[in-house]
């Protein structure tokens, strides 16, 4: 059986079907309200029509990269749920909203807390060159401790990494012609000591008048060349490494001294860097038998181009520039230091010139041979506005920061970059200066932001 539909009928129908979807969409208004709404949250959504695309709405401005947005605009519109969408907890996330909890904000006095923040202040920029060189000894700090006799090493105290202090006993050797120096001191001392007591009675007995004047200057004479003799042997000692103290320890009988055993000591505090001595080994003036350096400052030599040269001397003499270095050994870890020497002369193969640089180095971290970045602060004495290097995240290519909204609320703020210099940041666009924002633990309230890519909010 056919059925006819007449113009009137379908008319009907489709008045019947439409009638039934506005019946449809009023009863699911309702039921999706699942926050009691107050007057003022009715008044915004009569005013503001559609709830859903004001949502919407809010999420466009909180990120349009814009210092003009309306921020009180963004706190008075309302989400679906009918409040003001930063308070949302489930529509926050879409307009790019944190709320930060107090207790992570971080007490500069007990240094409690993971999330730190400041004021955008305009400062004056510096510039930076960025360069590479190498870690070495601080040579001011550093020796080479070889013998100025030869002889036989007949102890060794110490071994490679080891920690002395200045006047540890570092090892022992036996010269022969040490001991006939010592030999020597001693005869002379001797001989000295009696012209000198030869020369004190003759001069009592010429006071006297009993002794002539030709036998007090004969035994002055005598008592003169001895004292000469002695400084002179006792000189030799200084020269061949015996200091002055165990020099005067030397005294006549069995004194094991004068079999030549000299001991040699650290002459400052530091680390065993390398040692070549083993009991029974010959050794000879100009042998490196340890190298004793102290670590806690080292040099960094760094090379820089001919067109560079310039920028550093204009800061002049007085005026030492900083340099930050940075090693692949500790990625993230920075050591400063000033420019306290640049080269008289160019390397003629690479046409580079030498900067020096002075790093402490308590940790004893950096070591020498380290190959190593830095970057040179060059002053240029504008003022812009910057922050923090941390403070500036991205998320598929766009910068921003997080700006403080309203009380514990924080607001992710796209920005645009502008220069990176050692430590800071240009922003060209969407900050100004004043706003407070985060400049330490952003990481955390970017993860809370991405709840929004992984299904929260108000699709759920």
Known sequence: MKIRLTTASVAAVSLLVLLALVLIGCGKTESSTTVPANAE?????????????????????????????????????PCEHAMPTYQCD???????????????????????GLVKTAQATRIASEAFLEVTGEIQYNENAAVHVTPRVTGIISS?????????????VLFEMESVELGEAMAAYLKSRTLTDLSRKTYERKKALFEQKISSESALIEAQMT???????????????????????????????????????????????????EKHAA??????????????????????????????????????TQNHPQATVETNAFPGRLFTGEINYVGAAMNEETRTVKLRANLNNPE???????????????????????????????????????????????????VKKGREFAS????????????????????LLKSDVLREKMGAGCAD
């Open 364 to 414: 004893n971290l950096l070591r020498p041979g380290m190959f190593c970045k830095a970057r040179i602060a060059q002053g240029t004495g504008e003022e812009v506005l910057a922050v923090a290097r941390a403070a500036v995240l991205s998320d598929e290519g766009n910068y921003f920061v997080f700006k403080h909204l309203k009380d514990n609320y924080y607001v992710r703020c796209p």
């Open 156 to 168: 060794v105290r110490v071994d490679v990494g080891a920690k002395v202090k200045k006047g540890d």
């Open 41 to 77: 949250t009715d008044t915004i959504v009569r005013e503001n029509g559609d709830p859903g695309q004001a949502a919407g709405t809010v999420a466009q401005e909180l990120n349009a990269p814009s210092e003009t947005a309306s921020w009180d605009q963004a706190l008075n519109t």
């Open 424 to 443: 800071i940041v240009e922003i060209s666009e969407g900050l100004q200066a004043g706003e407070t924002i985060v400049i330490e633990g952003a990481f």
């Open 279 to 316: 009991v029974g080994n010959l050794i000879q003036p100009g042998d490196m038998v340890m190298l004793l350096a102290d670590l806690s400052t080292v040099w960094v030599w760094l090379d820089i181009y001919e067109q560079d040269l310039s920028a550093i001397l204009s800061n002049g």
């Open 223 to 273: 008592y003169e060349e001895h004292k000469s003799d002695l400084d002179q042997s006792e000189q030799q000692l200084h020269v061949l490494g015996m200091p002055e103290a165990e020099i005067q320890e030397i005294q006549p009988g069995e004194n094991p001294r004068l079999s030549g055993r000299l001991p040699f000591r650290a002459p400052l505090d530091g680390i065993i860097v």
């Open 90 to 112: 489930e529509c926050r996330y879409e307009a790019g909203v944190v709320k930060l909890s107090p207790a992570l904000i971080k007490d500069e006095s007990t240094g409690k």
